[in-house]
């Protein structure tokens, strides 16, 4: 099969956002259960972390990625005739968008110069 | 296109019987759903536990209104029941429990530990 189908690399990143969600979700719980009670201080100093903030820009984006290929899916299923469709996709697109956008604004907030 | 097709559907959710292969996928697709749902909750929680002490302690108080519990089971049933059905995809792409009697013993296994996950954590975090 090769990448360059549509299908293929849609259902390849669907995997890889997959795998990644998991791995930072199921980490940040298991650094919540070692460092309980999570403080403030402690939890801010976490995401504050350079390294933390790109993983956890790296974990909403591949969460956005994965919703839009996962909704597109229930969409193209559920939502007929066509037009409502187009519309709903296009709505999806713009809240993931704006969500990307509020999130970045939150971490620029966090980057120290 | 014109059907010509006068077989009748039958489509009443309540009278079809999903086998339970079926039943593990459309929870996923529900959870997914709801998990799709609760994104602006988590960047809004992110964003007040970050903005300050009193932002934090808010954030976690929010976590004790009775019916942000119930929202927060729902949320958490989506998480375990996405993340054992993924993981069960994940393994079926890769050719592991492919056969019909796999494929349901699994599919049985994620609907039921996903549900005794949610209850244990509820039981000891939420409620």
Redesign the interface.
């Known amino acids: 099969m090769s990448l360059q189908a549509q299908g293929m690399r849609t259902w390849l990143l669907q995997?890889l956002t997959?795998?990644y969600i998991?791995i930072y979700?199921l980490s940040l719980i298991v650094w919540c259960i070692f460092n309980s009670p999570v403080?403030?201080n402690s939890?801010?100093t976490l995401?504050?972390q350079p390294v933390v903030l790109v993983l956890t820009i790296l974990f909403?984006l591949s969460?956005?990625i994965h919703?839009w290929v996962?909704?597109r899916d229930?969409l193209v299923d559920y939502a007929k005739p066509t037009s409502v469709r187009f519309v709903l996709l296009t709505g999806l697109a713009f809240a993931l968008t704006a969500?990307a956008t509020?999130?970045l604004l939150?971490v620029i907030g966090?980057v120290k110069v | 296109m014109k059907s010509i097709d006068k077989r009748p559907k039958y489509l009443n959710l309540f009278k079809i019987r999903l086998p339970i292969t079926g039943i593990a996928s459309i929870y996923h697709r529900i959870s997914g759903l709801i998990l799709f749902l609760s994104i602006p909750f988590s960047i809004y929680l992110l964003q007040l536990s970050l903005s300050s002490e009193a932002g934090f302690k808010q954030a976690l108080t929010v976590f004790s209104l009775p019916w942000v519990k119930l929202i927060l089971v729902l949320f958490l049933w989506s998480f375990v029941h996405h993340l054992f059905a993924g993981f069960r995809f994940l393994l079926i792409d890769q050719n592991i429990g492919v056969s019909l009697a796999n494929a349901r013993m699994s599919a049985r296994f994620v609907v039921f530990a996903a549900l005794v996950v949610t209850l244990i954590i509820s039981g000891v975090w939420i409620l």
């Open positions: 995997r997959a795998i998991a979700f403080t403030y939890w801010y995401i504050s909403y969460v956005l919703a996962g909704m229930i969500m509020w999130l939150i966090l």
